[in-house]
C-alpha cells in the first residue's frame, strides 16, 4: 500500500515511523514494524486473542482452530496467560503436518513448474529413459509373467524361457520375467547395455540387441499403475498418481522447499545446495538420466534402491523412514554421476563449492554439471527448455525481478547482433544474458518417438555439428562476441565446444557481481545467494505468504532491510523467520 499525505496524516506524520524505525533497528527484542502498519497505529487495536489465533491456524495450518481451542483461550486467567497460549499455538503449528502440507502448497505457487512432458509421447511416459515392462494377461500361458513390448507373443508360449528376478521397486518379491528381459548383460556388441533402445515403431523403449532388464532389472520400469489400450496394458501417464514418476518429477522442487524448512535448513541450499528429496521411483529416473551421459557407476551399486542405504537420510513427515513413498535426501551425485556434488556424500550448500571449466582454452568434456538445488532439476529445466527462459522465470522468482517494455521515449542503440548490448532488446537482456548463459548446456535432443535430456559437452553428447537437432540449434543460437556466448570466432574454430560456455567472464557482472568462475546454474545461485538479491526476495515472499499483503519496495525499502537482514542472521531458517513474522505488530493488526 502506497501511504500519500492528507488531512487527517499529514506529510511529517508519514515520516515519523522511520525515525521510529532507526532508532530501534539494534533491538532484537522489538518486533519489527513496517511503516505502514505503524502509520496507523493509533487507530488500529491489535486483533482480539480469539482472532489472533484464527490467523495462526490459517497462516500456518491452513485451516480454522477447533472450538475447544477457542474456548481454552477465553477462559484463560489472564492476558499473560493467553499470550503464551497464542505462542504455544505458534510452536505447535510449526512442528505440525499440516504446516509441511502448506508448505508443499506453497511451494507450487512460488515456483510454477508444469508437468514434465518430455517423454511424455502417444500412450505411454517415457521419462524415466528405461525399458517398460508389461504383464502377461490372464488366461495365457505365462500370466502375469513380464515381457519387454517386441516380445508379447511369449505370454502364450508355455516353454518360453523365463528367470525369478528381485526388482529394484519391489525388494523382496521374486518376479518371472520372460525373454530377454531376464538378461544381465552389461555390454553386448560393443553396447552398453545400460542405453536405452530407441525404436521408431514403438513408443516405448526395449533394450538394445543381446541386452534385458540387468540386475534387479535396473534398467527397466514397471508402473504399479496400468491401463488396457489397444490389447496392450500401458504405464499409466496421468499426474494423479503420487507414485508415478512423472508426477514425483513435477513434485521435486516444491518437496525440497517444504524440506528445507522443514528440517531447519538454510534456504539459500534451495538454489546451492548439491542435494534434493526423492522418492525411489524418482531416484531410479535420476539413475537413470545419469546413465544417458555413459556414467555407470550409480545404477550398478544396489545401494541406491535399498533402503537400509536411502532410509537412513531425513525425509518428510508424511512417510516413515524407508519408505519408498518417502522424500528421503540424497546427495545427486550418488544418484547422476554427472550431477557434481564437489564435497563428497555430504548434503552441503556451501558457497565454496566452486568447479571451473572454460571449454575456450581447455580440451575434453568437464566432469560434470554442478548441482545446484531446484535450478538443476529434471522438471524446472524441462518446464522452461531454453537458456533465456530460465534466467527470465528465476530471476523473477528468486530475486523479484519484473520484465517489463522499455519507457516510451528511452533511445537505444542500433541492434546488430547481440540483444544484451544493442537495440531496445538490451532494457531486460543486460539482466537476462548474464545470468542464461548458467543455463546453457542442458537441452533436448527430439528422437522419434520421445524427447531425451542432454547436458552439452558431457557423455555421448560431447561433439558438436554431429547432425542431431539439437547441436544444430546450440550453433544457431549461441553466437560468439555477444554477452551470452562471450567466445571470439577464432576460439570457435578451435574448439567448437567454446559455444557451451556457460559461467561469466570477469568483464561481466550480474547484479553488479563479479563471479568466481564456477560454472552452469550453481555459478548463477552463488550470485544470487552472495549479492544479497535472494534474500531481499525470499524476505518480500515470505512476509507477504505469512502476513497476507506485499511490502512495497517504493516506501518500505528501509523495513524491508530489516527483514532481510532478521532473515539472514536467523540462518535463512523458514520456521525461525515465519515464527519472527508472526510476533510483528502487522500480523497482530490483522494486515
Known amino acids: 500500500m502506497r501511504l500519500v499525505p492528507s488531512s487527517r496524516f499529514p506529510a511529517a506524520l508519514l515520516l515519523l515511523p522511520v525515525v521510529v524505525m532507526a532508532c530501534a533497528q539494534d533491538r532484537s527484542d522489538v518486533p519489527a514494524t513496517s511503516p505502514g502498519s505503524a502509520s496507523r ?19 500456518l495450518r491452513g485451516r480454522t482452530p477447533p472450538l475447544a481451542d477457542y474456548e481454552a483461550l477465553l477462559a484463560a486467567a489472564d ?12 510452536e505447535d503449528a510449526l512442528t505440525s503436518v499440516e504446516f509441511y502440507r502448506q508448505l508443499v502448497a506453497y511451494g507450487h505457487d512460488l515456483m510454477p513448474i508444469n508437468d514434465y512432458a518430455q517423454g511424455f509421447s502417444w500412450m505411454t511416459y517415457l521419462g524415466n529413459q528405461a525399458g517398460h515392462l508389461f504383464a502377461c494377461a ?16 511369449l505370454c502364450d508360449d508355455a516353454g518360453a524361457v523365463s528367470a525369478m528376478v528381485e526388482p529394484w521397486w519391489a525388494l523382496g518379491l521374486q518376479l518371472r520375467v520372460l525373454g530377454k528381459a531376464r538378461l544381465t548383460a552389461t555390454t553386448s556388441n560393443g553396447q552398453d547395455c545400460g542405453q536405452v533402445d530407441y525404436h521408431f515403431q514403438h513408443p516405448s523403449l526395449n533394450p538394445a540387441a543381446g541386452c534385458g532388464c540387468g540386475p534387479n532389472l535396473v534398467y527397466c520400469s514397471w508402473s504399479d499403475i496400468e491401463v488396457e489400450r489397444n490389447g496392450m496394458r500401458w504405464n499409466d501417464n496421468t499426474m494423479d498418481n503420487d507414485g508415478h514418476e512423472r508426477r514425483q518429477v513435477w513434485e521435486e522442487a516444491t518437496r525440497l522447499f517444504a524440506h528445507l524448512a522443514w528440517h531447519d535448513r538454510p534456504l539459500s541450499d534451495l538454489v546451492v545446495g548439491n542435494y534434493s528429496v526423492q522418492p525411489l521411483r524418482l531416484r531410479h529416473m535420476t539413475v537413470r538420466a545419469g546413465r544417458m551421459t ?6 550398478a551399486a544396489p545401494g541406491w534402491f535399498q533402503p537400509t542405504t536411502y532410509g537412513t537420510t531425513p525425509h518428510d513427515p508424511e512417510h516413515q523412514a524407508g519408505d519408498p513413498e518417502a522424500w528421503h535426501e540424497v546427495v545427486l551425485e550418488t544418484l547422476h554421476p554427472k550431477m ?3 564435497v563428497g556424500n555430504t548434503p552441503s550448500g556451501s558457497l565454496e563449492r566452486v568447479y571451473r571449466f572454460d571449454p575456450r582454452v581447455e580440451d575434453g568434456e568437464p566432469a560434470g554439471w554442478p548441482a545446484a538445488g531446484v535450478l538443476t532439476t529434471m522438471a524446472s529445466l524441462g518446464t522452461w527448455p531454453r537458456e533465456r527462459v530460465r534466467a527470465a522465470r528465476w530471476l523473477e522468482i528468486l530475486a523479484c525481478r519484473e520484465f517489463s517494455p522499455p519507457p516510451p521515449g ?13 537495440g531496445s532488446c538490451q532494457h531486460c537482456h543486460k539482466t537476462l544474458d548474464p545470468a542464461a548463459i548458467h543455463f546453457k548446456r542442458y537441452d533436448f535432443w527430439e528422437n522419434s518417438s520421445a524427447q531425451r535430456p542432454v547436458i552439452g559437452g558431457l557423455g555421448v553428447f560431447t561433439a558438436l555439428g554431429n547432425g542431431t537437432n539439437v547441436m544444430g540449434r546450440w550453433a544457431k543460437s549461441f553466437v560468439y562476441d555477444t554477452v551470452l556466448t562471450p567466445v571470439t570466432q577464432a576460439q570457435l574454430t578451435a574448439r567448437p565446444q567454446a559455444r557451451l560456455m556457460d559461467f561469466l567472464p570477469p568483464d561481466q557482472t550480474l547484479f553488479g557481481m563479479q563471479s568466481d568462475g564456477t560454472m552452469g ?3 548463477f545461485g552463488k550470485l544470487l545467494v552472495q549479492s544479497g538479491e535472494f534474500d531481499r526476495c525470499m524476505t518480500r515472499r515470505l512476509y507477504e505468504r505469512f502476513v497476507g499483503r506485499p511490502l512495497d519496495p517504493a516506501v518500505e525499502n528501509f523495513y524491508i532491510d530489516l527483514l ?6 536467523e540462518n535463512r531458517s523458514l520456521r525461525a523467520f515465519v515464527r519472527y513474522l508472526l510476533q510483528t505488530d502487522d500480523f497482530k493488526r490483522g494486515l
Open 41 to 59: 497505529a493509533a487507530i488500529t487495536d491489535p486483533l482480539s486473542p480469539t482472532r489472533q489465533l484464527r490467523r495462526i491456524h490459517l497462516a
Open 521 to 523: 546454474p550453481l555459478g
Open 410 to 422: 528511452v533511445a537505444f542503440n542500433a541492434f546488430e547482433r547481440d540483444p544484451a548490448s544493442e
Open 294 to 299: 555413459g556414467a555407470t557407476q550409480a545404477d
Open 138 to 153: 490372464a488366461g495365457t500361458a505365462n500370466a502375469g509373467a513380464a515381457f519387454v513390448p517386441d516380445e508379447s507373443a
Open 564 to 569: 532481510t537482514q532478521k532473515f539472514v542472521d
Open 340 to 342: 557434481l556434488s564437489l
Open 79 to 90: 492476558d499473560s496467560a493467553r499470550s503464551a497460549m497464542l505462542n504455544q499455538a505458534v
